[in-house]
């Protein structure tokens, strides 16, 4: 009955689009990684424009345990449910009670008039309309309850020192204005916030340090060198060192206690294991951090390369895809994803535009119907971003990679065996090519190093071709 309950409830809140666009959980066609890839493209882009960010993650105490059941069904009439709905709604939530055992000694019930149970299907639902309303408020997104909040601004080359601080004052001033509200949000519905565990986090490539102290609850909050959001650690240039570091020494570390146990295992129940416990932790939001230079991702390829040892056996080995594959594929298919606006409005939006060509010459005859504008970006580290990255790889796909409907499983298929038969090739002049891309070979301690051919930089390699045709704004 809940299941038929919450099918039924959420269909028709996404239909009327009675949720905000600014939640990203329990929702069809969104993820953790959807919110990653929106928020970090806001900073990485205000400091491409020279200007800066300033973001705050919150911390909700016990947030599913503190939906107070009178503010939750008080709000329900808002969203046009129907009195027996609601009723029945009110009845599902009421006379439940909570003891406690301790030793075999047991206390007395005691009613339980906030949370959602747990383990519920309809639970998250229900936490969705209460926490609906906070993201009324300016620059609010969420994950269920991971509450972020961020403002930021756009510069220009050569502005006074005057100029910056005054922008910046102007950023910790909204942030204390957003955080406001969410405290007076908060004690009208019953709901705590942590100030020692919100983390504050300022975006900026000055030389001048953004030290940046908003006051929440009565808390002066200071601004650290990194935010944690979601599970990813995120620098305060918008890059993900500290995030690879820590994932490649979790998965070492897994990887060693595999070794230890390794006569216990047959190889195909190591390779299992290999696959299910540590390799996700070296492919969490991959295509958020795959732009990411090569010295920081090496640390996982030779994991990876470890667990081939561990693992001893040829023929498994052999169809163990590399990481970097995996990564390419994973990035194409969110952006087919979003492409075809199975995401949020807000992120739907961040697509580029089409590029239209209004006459055929050799070059935009390769060009697939799908071809999107690119920014050319004016710093390295934006061009290693989601979004320039993985427009830039889809431009390079062949017309046949792309289904004539939308079908991600049949798109990733194709993009799989394109980007596999592009796979790494040994050239006799000792020149390699990887993706269709070659590369000058040093070996050191058996790890290659690849070095775009006639590169000066790795921002060269991302770069598009110059092409010759008519740019036309506007979506496609």
């Known amino acids: 009955m809940e299941s038929i309950v919450n099918c039924q409830l959420l269909r028709y809140l996404e239909g009327h689009q009675l949720i905000s666009d600014y939640q990203y959980g329990f929702r069809r066609g969104r993820s953790a990684g959807d919110l990653l890839v929106y928020l970090t493209h806001r900073w990485a882009e205000a400091i491409e424009s020279k200007g800066e960010a300033l973001a705050v993650s919150l911390d909700i105490s016990k947030a599913f345990d503190r939906v107070w059941h009178r503010a939750l069904l008080s709000k329900l009439p808002a969203y046009g449910l129907t009195e027996k709905l609601r009723n029945w709604i009110s009845s599902f939530l009421a ?57 930021f601004y756009t510069g220009r080359a050569g502005i006074s020192r005057a100029v910056v601080d005054e ?21 009208q519905n019953l709901v705590q916030f942590n100030p020692k565990k919100t983390q504050v986090c300022a975006f900026s490539a000055k030389k001048t340090p953004f030290v940046a102290t ?65 390799r996700p932790h070296m492919e969490y939001c991959s295509h958020l951090w795959a732009g990411a230079p090569q010295y920081q991702l090496l640390p996982l390829d030779r994991i990876q390369r470890r667990a081939v040892r561990i693992v001893d056996d040829q023929s498994l080995s052999e169809r163990l895809d590399p990481l970097a594959l995996r990564r390419d594929v994973g990035s194409l298919c969110i952006f087919y994803r ?19 060509h209004h006459r055929t010459s050799r070059q935009n005859t390769k060009f697939h119907p799908y071809h999107l504008d690119v920014r050319r970006s004016t710093t390295e580290r934006f061009s290693r971003q989601f979004l320039p990255r993985t ?56 790890v290659l190093s690849l070095i775009p051919q006639n590169a000066t930089s790795s921002r060269e390699y991302w770069q598009p071709a110059k092409r010759i045709s008519h740019k036309t704004a506007g979506h496609h």
Not at 229 to 249: M, N, T, Y
Not at 270 to 276: E, F, G, V
Not at 338 to 356: K, N, Q, R
């Open 391 to 446: 427009t830039t790889m889809w431009n390079q796909l062949p017309t046949e990679v792309f289904p004539n409907q939308f079908d991600l499983g049949s798109f990733k298929k194709r993009a799989y065996q394109f980007l596999k038969g592009r796979q790494r090739t040994r050239e006799p002049s000792g020149i390699e090519s990887v993706h269709g891309r070659r590369y000058h070979l040093t070996s050191e301690k058996k």
């Open 167 to 187: 922008y910046r004052n102007k950023l910790v001033s909204e942030v204390e204005t957003l955080l406001r509200g969410v405290s007076d949000w908060g004690r």
């Open 95 to 151: 006379d439940r009670s909570i003891k406690v055992v301790i030793d075999g000694a047991c206390s007395d019930l005691k009613p339980v008039n906030a949370g959602v149970p747990q383990g519920c299907v309809l639970s998250p639902t229900l936490f969705l309309l209460h926490i609906n309303d906070m993201l009324k408020l300016s620059n609010i997104h969420c994950y269920a309850d991971d509450s972020t909040g961020d403002t």
């Open 338 to 356: 979003i492409y075809h606006g199975e995401c949020s409005e807000e992120l739907f939006g961040l697509i580029p535009a089409a590029e239209f």
């Open 214 to 278: 908003p006051l929440f609850e009565n808390t002066l909050l200071k601004a650290t060198a990194s935010i944690g959001i979601l599970g990813v650690d995120i620098s305060s240039d918008v890059q993900f060192r500290g995030h690879l570091e820590g994932k490649a020494k979790l998965a070492s570390k897994k990887l060693g206690v595999l070794s230890k146990a390794r006569r216990y295992f047959t190889p195909g129940h190591r390779m299992q294991l290999y696959k299910a416990q540590i």
